[in-house]
């Protein structure tokens, strides 16, 4: 039977999770350290660059600096996926918050607001010269009722906003802060899958 797995690089629990959601069979594949410490993926925002501009170049150099690492470490040569996810709030670029006092000044951003969650997905096949690469980017609408200043320090608190991109996991206790959303739910959790599936079967991967 032949091996059909992909490659995850990612760190991402919530992304392993829908992946094994949809089905799909996959091996992880990290990077030397935490995502941020390398060089070739730089998560920091750039001058002018837009939100949308903003997560699909971070997705994208994931995927390439994973293929190039599937080579000089003599892997076997499979498909690699790589994602990135990030707010949008008036035209900024909302990451993980640096720290709680940082998530704390997101949620009351958000509070009683409407915003945008982005997520690019990258997919790449390994070559000697150059990957072959397809991407899709998904962008949902995300509502927020207000929120008291209790529900913001009591959340942050349990410590489930300070991995999370906007400093709130939609899957998890936040769900109650979400009025209404217009879009991707497993696209703001952190990985479209159906925008995926299809992108997959672009490479003839059997999902």
Same mark, same amino acid.
């Given at each position: ?21 949809? +089905?799909?069979?996959? /091996?992880?594949?990290?990077? %030397?350290?935490?995502?941020? #410490?390398?060089? /070739? ?7 002018? /660059? ?93 509502? &927020? ?8 320090? %009591?959340?942050? #608190?349990? +410590? ?10 939609? #899957? ?22 159906? /925008? ?6 672009? &490479?003839?991967?059997?999902?």
């Amino acid at each position: 039977m032949p091996d059909t797995r992909i490659y995850l690089v990612s760190r991402s629990v919530r992304r392993r999770e829908l992946l094994n959601q949809a +089905g799909i069979r996959f /091996e992880l594949m990290l990077l %030397r350290s935490a995502e941020r #410490q390398d060089a /070739e993926v730089d998560e920091s925002c750039l001058p002018g /660059e837009t939100p949308e501009v903003y997560v699909q170049r971070v997705a994208r150099a994931k995927a390439i600096f994973g293929a190039n690492l599937l080579l000089q470490r003599h892997l076997p040569k499979r498909l690699l996926l790589a994602a990135d996810t990030t707010l949008d709030l008036d035209g900024e670029v909302i990451g993980k918050p640096k720290d709680s006092a940082d998530a704390i000044a997101i949620l009351r951003r958000l509070s009683g607001r409407s915003h945008r969650v982005l997520t690019a997905v990258v997919a790449a096949m390994p070559h000697d010269i150059e990957p072959r690469v397809k991407s899709c980017l998904s962008v949902s609408d995300v509502t &927020f009722r207000a929120l008291t200043e209790d529900e913001i320090q %009591r959340y942050v #608190q349990s +410590g489930e906003s300070l991995d999370k991109a906007g400093a709130y996991g939609i #899957q998890g206790r936040a769900a109650t802060f979400v009025e209404s959303i217009h879009g991707s739910y497993t696209g703001i959790v952190g990985l479209p899958l159906c /925008e995926t599936v299809l992108m997959l079967r672009e &490479f003839g991967q059997a999902v």
